[in-house]
């Protein structure tokens, strides 16, 4: 059986290097989020690494904001039950360019740019993935993708945007 992992007060002098200078990158910008920081390791690991819990405005544990440093040197989101890395995340983008995209996606989250979507009905019952507002027919295309009941749940880390959304109400809400 695994054991949860060990956590503790974060101190920045025995965590990974990756964990340090992702932290001074993201408490640079978001100062706010020291207070929800703290380290963890793994059973039978002798590294610590920066972990950030931070939980949703709207109080919906199931909205809240994950940061940590997986394996000591890949930072990491999670929001909800969807999560990315920031060499995915920022993939193919130039050198420095990856903790940006992060540390943006980290904003959007909290900006409710973007918000946890899920399938309501279907086979894909549940299964979700993020959806960035800021794209004019990000739900749109979400809704029609093959395999889509056509109906999502909206999540966003404040709550205002939480909703259940269907194709219906998107032909409704086109002006004629």
Known sequence: ??????RTELDETRITSESR????????????LRRHSAM????GEETWILVVTVPAASGDP?????IWVDGGDDPSVMFGDWHTHENVWGAGLEDGAERTALLD???GILADRFVMCEEVGGAGDGFGTILDLS???ALLEELTSP???GRARLRSWSGRLDREVALEDLERDKPA
Do not use: K, T, W
């Open 105 to 107: 996606l980290i904003a």
């Open 21 to 32: 200078l992702f932290a001074v990158d993201l408490f640079a910008r978001f100062p706010e």
């Open 40 to 43: 963890e390791r793994i059973e």
């Open 62 to 66: 199931r909205s809240d904001l994950s």
């Open 135 to 137: 794209e004019h027919d």
């Open 1 to 6: 059986m695994v054991e949860p992992p060990e």
């Open 147 to 149: 395999g889509s009941p």
